[in-house]
């Protein structure tokens, strides 16, 4: 059996139901899920500061899910706050959606798209495109005029939304993968790609079968350099 913790990295539930029950569905019968958020902080995250806020809180929630026997740790949000320092003082699993959403495209085809809410959202992830390295492959990155808390207000003006980035993406930028770039957007990935014909990636559930993956054989972080404590 394989035991996964998933945190919302924001102070309030409102995403901890819909987040559970999607990833209860496409989980393994013999794996043991618990979707949390945290105590305080942010209530979304939507800036720097936000993640800067949230980072603390999030490492504090993985320990706390390491000290209950947890094997995996999945942090939903796309800005991964918390991800490094996390992996550094936690012996278990930790991933973030963002960083595995966006490594997990280069598999499905050469050039990707990102698609997040707020104006901010380009640069941010150019900005962590080139930190991971995947610069290159980024074909087109850009944020809805929403705030993260009004995606399931309406739904449908949210699906318009994203579905007419997503056809930018594919038709004007040439993006072969579309990735969902907010944890908010669960559930709206199978949707799109019927509407798009190309692979769209849910960051919650990609994360999530991810993480179940991995601990179910035992890989972890490596602690011989980056997270090495002495």
């Known amino acids: 059996m394989v035991r996964i913790f998933v945190l919302n990295p924001v102070s309030i539930s409102i995403w901890n139901r819909i987040t559970e029950k999607t990833l209860k569905k496409i989980a393994f019968k013999d ?3 618990s979707v949390g958020n945290l105590d ?4 979304s995250i ?6 800067v806020l949230a980072a603390p809180r999030v490492v504090e929630k993985v320990l706390e899910a390491e000290g209950k026997g947890y094997d995996a740790a999945v942090i939903n949000c796309f800005d991964d706050p918390g991800l490094e320092a996390a992996r550094e003082k936690a012996s278990i699993l930790v991933l ?8 997990t495209a280069l598999h499905l085809g050469y050039r990707f798209a990102v698609i997040s809410t707020g104006e ?4 941010s992830y150019d900005i962590k495109a080139l930190k991971l390295g995947v610069r290159d492959r980024l074909a087109y990155a850009s944020g809805i005029p929403l705030h993260v808390l009004e995606l399931r207000t309406d739904e449908e003006r949210t699906r318009r939304m994203i579905l007419e980035e997503g056809k930018k993406a594919v038709e004007e ?3 072969e993968v579309i990735v969902l770039g907010c944890s908010g957007m669960i559930g709206l990935a199978e949707w ?4 798009l014909k190309v692979p769209v990636i849910d960051p919650a559930i990609t994360t999530f079968k991810i993480a179940e993956a991995l601990a179910s054989i035992g890989l972890k972080h490596s602690k011989r350099y980056l997270y090495r404590i002495d």
């Open 31 to 33: 794996t043991e899920l």
């Open 40 to 43: 305080d902080g942010p209530r």
């Open 46 to 51: 939507e800036s720097d500061s936000d993640v």
């Open 96 to 103: 973030g959606v963002g960083e595995t959403s966006m490594l």
């Open 120 to 123: 901010k959202s380009k640069a």
């Open 173 to 175: 930028h040439l993006a």
């Open 192 to 195: 799109m790609s019927e509407e």
